[in-house]
């Protein structure tokens, strides 16, 4: 599966109002049909396209959010040539800001890495925050970026 057919799907599951546990069954079913041998949300669990998956899960999130607003959709990802990327940007007239996205429930200090390298290269007259989005549970700071867990995804 492709991933803008993954953003499609998640964001038609979405908008009929079905939660992460309920999105996580039914693109199982649809996943099923396609063939990733995924049967099961448990299956989700450990397969290889699992963080995949994931990432564009949140994407679809925030665009829904500027979506919903009445705005222009203006998500962006950055990758340089040595594979250094950023998951998601969001830029503003005030700030820009970079988000990591991890699929893992237990944080992991070198998570934040990318963030860190992509402040140290970026050149921008605004500000800069950084936020790193877990399959966790928690909100805390670390390193100066701001880890929220998937179900309270900060607001763009």
């Given amino acids: 599966m492709t991933a803008s057919l993954v953003v499609v799907f998640i964001l038609s599951v979405q908008s009929q109002g079905c939660g992460y546990g309920a999105l ?3 693109l199982c079913k649809v996943l099923h049909i396609i063939p990733l ?8 669990l450990s397969h ?9 899960w949140v994407v679809s999130e925030y665009l829904k959010q500027q979506l919903h607003r009445g705005m222009r959709p203006n998500l962006y990802f950055w990758r340089d040539s040595s594979g250094l990327e950023i ?39 605004q500000e800069i925050k950084t936020h790193l989005i877990y399959g966790g549970t928690k909100n805390f700071a670390f390193k100066g970026s701001h880890v929220s867990p998937w179900h309270q995804l900060p607001e763009l």
């Fill in 48 to 56: 290889p396209l699992r963080g995949a998956i994931f990432e564009n």
């Fill in 24 to 26: 996580k069954a039914k």
């Fill in 87 to 125: 998951d998601l940007l969001h830029e503003d007239a005030a700030s820009i800001k970079a988000f990591e996205i991890k699929s893992g429930a237990t944080f992991a200090a070198d998570w934040t890495g990318n963030l860190q390298k992509w402040c140290d290269l970026a050149d921008m007259h």
């Fill in 37 to 44: 041998g995924i049967q099961s949300p448990t299956q989700l």
